[in-house]
């Protein structure tokens, strides 16, 4: 059988075309789409650790350190009782410490009126990019006007 090779990569070409347009293709293919920056002090490797489980999530964030963290996250609305190690721009939103990809997800699609971004703070063991085992049921919070309200909880 004589099988044209240009037709055959045309062909492939357009499946996957196809396939990555269609509404059921899936989450973590359409999040890839999704570009974020995370400022960490330098040194901090539960950063990076969160960056990759954002990363296998879908979502294409860039790492950067920063000696002046503590302005940035006071330049973003980071409160104390809202601050973590990293702080992340992604999508128009502040993310906030170790909030697992699933509500950052669910932040974007919804796009809450008044909501400037989430925060998990603090360090909580066994969130991403924190192992161990998690002590407890933990917040996620919303902050933007008025005072942080609970978003999630995992």
């Known amino acids: 059988m ?3 090779r240009r037709k055959l990569l045309l062909g492939g070409m357009l499946a996957v075309g196809v396939a990555a347009l ?3 293709a899936s989450q973590t293919a359409r999040a890839a789409i999704i570009q974020g ?3 960490k002090a330098p ?3 539960c ?3 969160w960056a990759d489980h954002m990363r296998e999530a879908g979502f294409n964030i ?3 350190e920063d000696s002046d963290l503590a302005v940035r996250k006071i330049r973003h609305g980071i409160t104390s009782d809202l601050a973590s190690c990293h702080t992340a721009l992604i999508d128009g939103y502040v993310v906030e410490g170790h909030v697992p990809a699933k509500f950052v997800r669910r932040l974007l699609n919804e796009r809450p009126e008044g ?3 989430i925060s998990v703070p603090g360090m909580p063991v066994g969130t991403p990019g924190m192992p161990g ?3 407890g049921p933990v917040d996620v919070l919303a902050f933007g006007n008025g005072r942080p309200k609970v978003y999630a909880t995992f």
């Open 115 to 117: 909501v400037a971004g």
């Open 62 to 64: 860039r790492m950067l």
């Open 37 to 39: 920056t995370a400022y």
């Open 47 to 49: 950063c990076d650790l």
């Open 43 to 45: 040194g901090c490797g």
């Open 133 to 135: 085992p998690k002590a």
């Open 22 to 24: 269609s509404p059921l």
């Open 2 to 4: 004589n099988i044209d």
